[in-house]
């Protein structure tokens, strides 16, 4: 939900665009947990309960995981290009 606040509180483009894959890869992932969640509500008290100093941290740490993931599927995707055309 960070990258919904940032989204929304950037005033730079090519930031925004940065920020929608974070935003897009964390919403696909909280939709498959709970398909049903008012967003809206629980961005709302996610971002009243986090204090702004806590931003910063919480941005780093979601933003290694999203990296860690997009390379764990980068070495899938070509270890299975190789084995399927070698």
């Known amino acids: 939900m960070i990258y919904s606040y940032l989204i929304g509180t950037s005033d730079d483009e090519a930031e925004k665009g940065s920020l929608a894959i974070g935003l897009f890869y964390y919403q696909g992932r909280i939709e ?13 008290r996610e971002m009243l309960s986090i204090p702004d100093e806590a931003i910063e941290p919480e ?3 979601c933003s290694d995981a999203l990296q ?8 899938i995707g070509q270890r299975v290009a190789a084995e399927v055309k070698p």
């Open 32 to 44: 498959g947990r709970e398909p049903a969640l008012d967003f809206a509500s629980a961005f709302k």
């Open 59 to 61: 941005l780093k740490r």
């Open 68 to 75: 860690a993931s997009s390379k764990e599927m980068q070495a």
